[in-house]
Nanobody
Framework: QVQLVESGGGLVQPGGSLRLSCAAS????????IGWFRQAPGLDREAVSC????????YYADSVKGRFTISRDSAKNTLDLQMNSLKPDDTAVYYC?????????????????WGQGTQVTVSS
């Protein structure tokens, strides 16, 4: 059974940094679209950053480009999101997600597997 477990969320001041990690288990295929998504109260869930295990291609939302970096550790089977220069608008529940795919996917509704989410709060 596929399981995704996020960690690393918390309270941080504006301008600070956090590193989120997603531990994956139960995958039987080697080709996946994987990514980080977030949802703030009253807003739709949105893609933050996604990547492909096939070719390493990446996607970043315009709002986080230059501040966030997605990375995958194949040995540990984890997906990380380094978040720098955090803003109050980054406050949301952050989710790790995956889908069996040979191409990168950025659409929320296309993903099949989801973690439980981890809260990120950026506030003074």
């Amino acid at each position: 059974q596929v399981q995704l477990v996020e960690s690393g969320g918390g309270l941080v001041q504006p301008g600070g940094s956090l590193r989120l990690s997603c531990a994956a288990s139960g995958f039987t295929l080697r080709a996946y679209a994987i990514g980080w998504f977030r949802q703030a109260p009253g807003l739709d869930r949105e893609a933050v950053s996604c990547t492909s295990t096939v070719d390493g291609s990446t996607y970043y939302a315009d709002s986080v480009k230059g501040r966030f970096t997605i990375s995958r550790d194949s040995a540990k089977n984890t997906l990380d999101l380094q978040m720098n220069s955090l803003k109050p608008d980054d406050t949301a529940v952050y989710y790790c997600a995956a889908k069996d795919s040979f191409v990168l996917i950025t659409t929320v509704s296309e993903y099949d597997y989801w973690g439980q989410g981890t809260q990120v709060t950026v506030s003074s």
